[in-house]
């Protein structure tokens, strides 16, 4: 059997370059060769062990573009029926579904009591840290416009179609609302452009770093607010002065700061909304006045595990703005399959708005 390279997290911290078998797609599923392979926030909480229990030894990676290699015999069309063929490029939602349980057939919700999000690297795998992904049947995938750069989509990786169910799960925003986003690495900055896309009239972003604030305004926020030396008295005058008494229509947290809550809750403005997308790894209690939830008609909404229709809508949006919007131009770091050790490391120092695992290096 033909074999390709993958990057292995063989168990906590040990991340290795193995050669794997390439497996023929199954009859409904398809193989991909990889263009780029986004390294997400969230891989090196899986590397340090923080994100629980692995199948180990798994192969790294849940955002990959790439184009199709090998189709499955009885496929012809992506899951939205798209005409598919060899050498299209596809973005996929990485998440195995089992389409029989409670939550596939009756919540039709994610994730489902059955998600599988990694496979064993001895077994067919869609990993993406690697030269392919083997798609299993079931795996929804999609068909990238022609003129879409692999860039735009894995830009926001993940962050994307979090940002989309998130604002699905609080109701969505109306043109003329105002949005305040808590945070601007991935989640927050897709929070923004998906603010903005919708017609937002306020867009007001808080966060630390000024490089991360100005990619911000590129994609759409109206005002920016440091969170550096600035109380968080100071930012809720400042946002109200912007928003008008009644406050902000939608208050979104993606700063996976504990510490952002409180001050989120605060922030709701008059029958407001707060959804909460980054607190996974925020582990411990927060004390908040609960009686503003009360006197302010107050709705509040986590949430997390984005859909299908989310990674679809994500695609069709790459595809509306690339041209608009400097997407690509947030992919500042490229790594080689072999390199995958120093991509973690340049995520974990929070030097690089976005790197990708690009296995033509
Ligand atoms: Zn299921
Ligand atoms: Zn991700």
């Known amino acids: 059997?033909?074999?390709?390279?993958?990057?292995?997290?063989?168990?906590?911290?040990?991340?290795?370059t193995w050669d794997v078998d390439i497996y023929d797609p199954a009859p409904t599923g398809v193989l991909v060769r990889i263009v780029v392979g986004g390294v997400c926030g969230s891989d090196s909480h899986i590397v340090s062990g923080d994100a629980g229990e692995m199948p180990f030894p798994i192969i790294l990676g849940h955002e990959g573009v790439g184009r199709i290699e090998k189709l499955g015999a009885d496929i012809t069309t992506d899951c939205a029926g798209a005409p598919v063929e060899v050498g299209d490029l596809v973005y996929w939602a990485p998440i195995a579904l089992c389409h029989r349980c409670y939550s596939c057939t009756v919540l039709d919700n994610t994730p489902c009591e059955n998600s599988q999000f990694f496979e064993r690297a001895d077994k067919p795998n869609w990993g993406s840290y690697a030269d392919y992904a083997?798609?299993?049947?079931?795996?929804?995938?999609?068909?990238?416009?022609?003129?879409?750069?692999?860039?735009?989509?894995?830009?926001?990786?993940?962050?994307?179609?979090?940002?989309?169910?998130?604002?699905?799960?609080?109701?969505?925003?109306?043109?003329?609302?105002?949005?305040?986003?808590?945070?601007?690495?991935?989640v927050g900055l897709s929070a923004v452009l998906v603010a903005s896309l919708s017609g937002a009239a306020e867009i007001i972003v808080i966060d630390a770093s000024d490089t991360r604030l100005a990619i911000a305004r590129s994609l759409g926020a109206t005002a920016t607010i440091s969170l550096t030396g600035s109380s968080s008295e100071q930012r809720f005058n400042d946002i109200y002065g912007l928003t008008g008494p009644s406050g902000p229509d939608l208050v979104v947290e993606a700063a996976g700061v504990l510490d952002a809550f409180p001050e989120g809750v605060n922030l709701i403005g008059q029958h407001g909304r707060y959804v909460v997308l980054g607190l996974w790894g925020a582990m411990g209690e927060s004390a908040i006045q609960p009686r503003l939830l009360t006197t302010k008609n107050a709705h509040i909404v986590g949430a997390t595990f984005p859909k299908p229709k989310h990674y679809y809508g994500t695609v069709q949006l790459v595809a509306r703005c690339q041209d608009t919007v400097p997407?690509?131009?947030?992919?500042?770091?490229?790594?080689?399959?072999?390199?995958?050790?120093?991509?973690?490391?340049?995520?974990?120092?929070?030097?690089?708005?976005?790197?990708?695992?690009d296995p033509a290096l």
């Not at 860039?151 to 109306?174: D, K, N, S, Y």
Request: with cysteine.
């Open 1 to 16: 059997m033909p074999v390709a390279r993958a990057v292995v997290l063989a168990a906590p911290n040990s991340v290795e």
């Open 327 to 357: 997407l690509s131009a947030l992919v500042t770091h490229r790594f080689a399959l072999e390199d995958a050790s120093a991509a973690l490391d340049a995520i974990r120092s929070g030097t690089v708005v976005k790197a990708v695992i």
């Open 134 to 186: 083997w798609l299993p049947p079931g795996m929804a995938f999609y068909r990238v416009p022609d003129h879409v750069e692999p860039e735009a989509l894995a830009a926001l990786g993940c962050a994307l179609p979090t940002a989309l169910r998130g604002f699905e799960q609080a109701g969505g925003i109306q043109c003329n609302q105002t949005v305040v986003v808590q945070g601007a690495g991935p």
